[in-house]
């Protein structure tokens, strides 16, 4: 079944400094990845989508200087919380859209989700 | 706009007993639905899918079936088990491919 994975799965940073979160799609290509934020017992709230080779489309309300998304490849797409506060602590997961089926998926179109980024920011 | 409504958990069970956690959305067309479930600290995990009205998506056990008089998309499972426990989510994918979820109902299966 297709993969999808996260790197870090946990990290801790001083506020101020900026952190990279990698998604990476292993055994499929995914043109397009699509980065969620999960506060402690809510839902997953989609902050962007990013596809391979362009920029990426941010959600009402998600600063897009603050929260840079790179897609450069088919299948590695990594976000980069600058300058990050406190507040940005939260929990971090990926997806990538298996859009040629080539996963062995359910069916083409589906997205296969990481296991998710910690982010603690003191 | 899409949504999802699942009902507020948590939801707790002794072992073996039957499951149910409804889910009804809102959409213009026809959408997906889907059932994910995360388990603590990870990612979540495709459980089961239906693509149109009336299709039952089932899997481990549970079942769901699309019910578009009703809009709706519950949860069932026979017997749970306490490897069960986890995170339920009910989300819907629209002709754009964008997944919208619900809140999420933690189900806690006690021995």
């Known amino acids: 079944g297709a993969v999808v994975s996260q790197h870090p799965s946990r990290v801790i940073c001083k506020s101020g400094t900026s952190v990279k979160i990698e998604c990476r799609s292993l055994?499929?290509?995914?043109?397009?990845m699509f980065w969620y934020r999960q506060f402690p017992k809510q839902s997953l709230m989609l902050m962007a989508t990013?596809?391979?080779?362009?920029?990426?489309?941010?959600e009402q309300g998600v600063e897009k200087d603050k929260f840079l998304i790179n897609h450069a490849s088919l299948t590695l797409s990594t976000l980069t919380v600058t300058s990050a506060h406190p507040e940005d602590s939260s929990f971090y997961i990926c997806?990538?859209?298996?859009?040629?089926?080539?996963?062995?998926?359910?069916?083409?179109?589906?997205?296969?989700f990481g296991p998710g980024t910690r982010l603690t920011v003191l | 706009g899409d949504s999802v409504t699942q009902m507020e958990g948590p939801v707790t069970l002794s072992e073996e007993a039957f499951l149910t956690i409804n889910c009804t959305y809102t959409?213009?067309?026809?959408?997906?639905l889907f059932w994910y479930v995360q388990y603590p600290g990870e990612g979540l995990q495709l459980l089961l899918k239906?693509?149109?009205?009336?299709d039952k998506g089932s899997n481990k056990g549970f079942e769901a079936t699309y019910r578009k008089e009703t809009t709706s998309f519950h949860l069932e499972k026979g017997s749970v088990q306490v490897s069960d426990s986890a995170v339920y989510f009910c989300?819907?994918?629209?002709?754009?491919?964008?997944?919208?979820f619900g809140g999420g109902t933690r189900l806690m299966v006690k021995p």
């Open positions: 997806s990538a859209r298996d859009h040629w089926g080539t996963s062995g998926g359910l069916s083409t179109n589906e997205q296969f």
């Open positions: 055994d499929f290509q995914a043109t397009t």
């Open positions: 990013s596809n391979e080779g362009s920029k990426a489309t941010y």
């Open positions: 959409a213009t067309g026809y959408p997906s």
């Open positions: 239906a693509t149109k009205a009336d």
């Open positions: 989300a819907l994918r629209n002709a754009g491919n964008m997944l919208t």
